[in-house]
């Protein structure tokens, strides 16, 4: 009699999986269910030994960083590792080593996201992740361009436009490197998704910040727990929302 049932109960439970799997349509109409209890549970419980895969994509992301602002502060002159330098810098140098340490922290930051999205989609996944949206740094850096610009004039108009922009834009980037889409499709997609929900996404937004608070308590070793986590816990609400390749 156990193989009887032994189909179906496998049916139910690759659907129960599947409906836990957004998609782009499926999120811009706002047909999704997202709680930041769950997100966060389960970013928790997915964080059990993929810690080490993260923090190996957050040293990789470190020393990529600390490389580019080296490179970048011997080219433009600008110095990056002097506290009372940057207060001398000269205009020039100052907007060109921004520029370019932004290039090319944009597609590393989109990585590290990748890497928690890709863990709580169970996908393969390692720290190298970081490296690995480069192909995209020209739809990736106008997207950010964009969405900096944007947010800038919302803080301009009375704050709250600013405020509601940067949470509504929180799933942008991802949808760029992991669903290929231009720039303001990727902005409009993750605006109309997020406004279904915002106030959900807020609390969200707001948990992860104290998430990172907590752990920098206690000589900063929370963190070997809290970044994992948080991580997760995006990649667990990117993926309730767009799902993703697998998914769609």
Same mark, same amino acid.
């Given at each position: 009699?156990? #193989?009887?049932?032994?189909?179906?109960?496998?049916?139910?439970?690759?659907?129960?999986?599947? @409906? #836990?799997? @957004?998609?782009?349509?499926?999120?811009?109409?706002? #047909?999704?269910?997202?709680?930041?209890g769950e997100a966060i549970n389960e970013g928790w419980q997915l964080s059990k030994g993929k810690k080490r895969t993260v923090w190996f994509a957050i040293? !990789?992301?470190?020393?990529?960083?600390?490389?580019?602002?080296?490179?970048? &502060?011997?080219?433009?002159?600008?110095?990056?590792?002097? *506290?009372?330098? $940057?207060?001398?810098?000269?205009?020039?140098?100052?907007?060109?080593?921004?520029?370019?340490?932004?290039?090319?922290? +944009?597609?590393?930051? +989109?990585?590290?996201?990748? /890497?928690?999205?890709k863990i709580a989609r169970k996908e393969e996944t390692s720290g190298t992740e970081v490296f690995a949206h480069f192909d995209k740094i020209v739809p !990736?850096?106008?997207?950010?361009?964009?969405?900096?610009?944007? /947010?800038?004039?919302?803080?301009?108009?009375?704050?709250? $436009?600013?405020?509601?922009?940067?949470?509504?834009?929180?799933?942008?980037?991802?949808? +760029?490197?992991?669903?290929?889409?231009? $720039?303001?499709?990727? *902005?409009?997609?993750?605006?109309?998704?997020?406004?279904?929900?915002?106030?959900?996404?807020? &609390?969200?937004?707001?948990?992860?910040? *104290?998430?990172?608070? +907590? @752990? &920098?308590?206690?000589? !900063?070793?929370?963190?070997?727990?809290?970044? $994992?986590?948080?991580?997760?816990?995006? @990649?667990?609400?990117?993926?309730k929302v767009f799902g993703g390749p697998q998914g769609s």
């Amino acid at each position: 009699m156990s #193989d009887i049932y032994k189909a179906p109960e496998s049916q139910l439970a690759e659907n129960s999986e599947a @409906g #836990d799997f @957004g998609s782009l349509e499926k999120g811009i109409a706002g #047909d999704y269910s997202f709680s930041i209890g769950e997100a966060i549970n389960e970013g928790w419980q997915l964080s059990k030994g993929k810690k080490r895969t993260v923090w190996f994509a957050i040293i !990789l992301y470190i020393i990529a960083i600390a490389a580019t602002s080296f490179v970048a &502060g011997l080219l433009t002159g600008y110095p990056a590792f002097d *506290l009372t330098g $940057p207060a001398s810098a000269s205009l020039s140098s100052t907007i060109i080593y921004n520029l370019i340490t932004g290039i090319v922290g +944009v597609p590393l930051a +989109v990585g590290m996201m990748m /890497v928690g999205i890709k863990i709580a989609r169970k996908e393969e996944t390692s720290g190298t992740e970081v490296f690995a949206h480069f192909d995209k740094i020209v739809p !990736l850096c106008v997207t950010y361009i964009i969405m900096s610009i944007l /947010v800038g004039i919302g803080f301009l108009l009375l704050v709250i $436009p600013g405020i509601y922009l940067v949470i509504a834009y929180m799933l942008a980037l991802p949808l +760029v490197a992991d669903q290929n889409l231009g $720039p303001w499709k990727a *902005l409009e997609a993750s605006r109309k998704a997020i406004t279904n929900n915002w106030f959900a996404f807020l &609390g969200f937004f707001i948990v992860l910040i *104290l998430i990172y608070l +907590v @752990g &920098g308590l206690a000589l !900063l070793i929370g963190l070997i727990w809290a970044l $994992p986590l948080a991580s997760i816990a995006y @990649g667990v609400a990117y993926r309730k929302v767009f799902g993703g390749p697998q998914g769609s």
